[in-house]
């Protein structure tokens, strides 16, 4: 077994199979170590509500058999209103594409070890060249690549990226059957993905109905322990008795039920990424906060991510003195501002304001939504501020305020 390799990547999630698989198709050596046991894989990390767009589908040539249900529309509900927008996206079975991208990568000749736990870098003469897995094995690469999500033991340890917990975000899902998908009173979920603002139910989050066929569907929700959790947090309730509830107060779920073994839990950070790079390495994925902040829609980020750090590698081998420096792989930061999250900067502070917003105010949103085309919403959704503007009222100036207040105080 080669024990040194072009690039080594630390987890088998999207980001670290596509860097993998792009790398492998232009004839690097390539090593995927991932924690879970191949006959589990990925039991333990499919925590992913796996919603995405055609967009994604083609950039990466994705097939038609790791979807569940292609969905025609996105609606947005608040607690007495909806929005529905006319777009086309895809609701995937998030074990099934991982083991595509994994089979797939495979295939152009990138190698799997599973089994493989990353605990440590290892390093010479302060840079690193290898990573230490169960214990006292090594190996070694040219460009180390982490693509552990939140845990990043290589990415904290090197001191590249310093993700905090009041950053980040819980989630829980299940998958059910039985569900009212066209009840009386709401807007028709029939191959919908649907997003909830309403702090009853997820405060300082959000929670979601993503139509999965038939009378199915991902149902979950989600919440960063932000101001506006503490302001709405029903006393002694974690996620579990938020999603609970839920299923206990909505008409659409008098009759479902959890289908066995189908329940998800994840967890990303919403903050604004410290770094990316250093000498001979890479963070990508969710080892930097890359989940859009304010949708949710993580999968396309994170395989931007891993195709901008396949590209960089790419260009550093390409050149004459093969240089791997922190300086030539900072081409990975640029591409990641430019191509993986733009604007994430002015997309945080939205996604901030946002979710300080009332119930009433999610309402009088939907109300506003539905009185635009639908280039304001996209507008506003990519970080134009003038978008922004036109979803802004007078009677904002409290929240604005505190909003501001907030920000002086950190």
């Known amino acids: 077994m080669t024990e040194q390799f072009d690039v080594a990547i630390a987890g088998a999630g999207p980001?670290?199979?596509?860097?993998?698989?792009?790398?492998a198709e232009r004839g690097y050596d390539v090593v995927v170590l991932e924690t879970e046991s191949e006959d589990e894989f990925p039991a333990q990390s499919n925590k992913s509500t796996a919603g995405t767009f055609p967009s994604m589908m083609g950039a990466f040539g994705i097939p038609d058999d790791v979807v569940m249900n292609y969905t025609d529309d996105v609606v947005l509900e608040s607690p007495n209103e909806h929005f529905v927008r006319h777009q086309p996206g895809a609701v995937l079975e998030f074990a099934d594409f991982k083991n595509f991208l994994v089979e797939d990568g495979r295939e152009s000749g990138a190698e799997y070890w599973f089994d493989a736990r990353v605990s440590n870098?290892?390093?010479?003469?302060?840079?690193?060249?290898?990573?230490?897995?169960?214990?006292?094995?090594?190996?070694?690469?040219?460009?180390?690549?982490?693509?552990?999500?939140?845990?990043?033991?290589?990415?904290?340890?090197?001191?590249?990226?310093d993700l905090e917990r009041k950053n980040q975000a819980i989630g829980v899902e299940y998958e059910l059957e039985g569900i009212d998908v066209d009840a009386e009173g709401y807007a028709d979920l029939t191959d919908a993905m649907m997003l909830r603002l309403d702090h009853d139910l997820a405060p300082g989050g959000y929670s979601w109905i993503f139509h999965t066929g038939g009378d199915t569907a991902k149902v979950g929700l989600c919440y960063i322990q932000n101001e506006a959790h503490r302001d709405y947090a029903k006393d002694g309730m974690g996620i579990d008795d938020y999603l609970q509830y839920w299923l206990d107060s909505d008409p659409r779920f008098e009759n479902a039920e959890r289908i066995e073994g189908k329940q998800h839990r994840g967890s990303a950070h919403i903050q604004m990424p410290s770094g990316f790079t250093t000498d001979n390495f890479m963070a990508i994925g969710d080892t930097v906060p890359t989940v859009d902040p304010l949708w949710g829609e993580g999968i396309y980020t994170c395989m931007k991510s891993g195709r901008a750090a396949a590209v960089t590698a790419d260009r550093c081998f390409m050149a004459s003195d093969r240089d791997t420096s922190a300086e030539r792989l900072s081409?990975?930061?640029?591409?990641?501002?430019?191509?993986?999250?733009?604007?994430?900067?002015t997309r945080l502070l939205m996604t901030r304001l946002l979710y300080l917003a009332s119930n009433e105010r999610y309402d009088t949103l939907m109300r506003d939504l539905n009185r635009f085309d639908d280039d304001v919403l996209n507008a506003a959704n990519e970080g134009d501020l003038r978008a922004v503007s036109k979803l802004i009222h007078l009677g904002d100036a409290p929240l604005l305020a505190r909003f501001f207040r907030e920000r002086l105080m950190e």
Do not use: F, S
């Not at 980001?15 to 790398?23: E, K, P, S, Y």
């Not at 230490?132 to 001191?159: C, I």
């Open 331 to 345: 081409i990975y930061d640029d591409l990641w501002h430019e191509r993986v999250a733009p604007k994430m900067r």
């Open 121 to 161: 870098p290892v390093m010479d003469d302060g840079e690193i060249v290898g990573v230490q897995y169960d214990g006292q094995n090594e190996v070694y690469a040219d460009v180390v690549v982490d693509a552990t999500g939140p845990a990043a033991p290589l990415a904290k340890k090197l001191g590249v990226t």
């Open 15 to 23: 980001a670290g199979a596509q860097c993998a698989r792009d790398l």
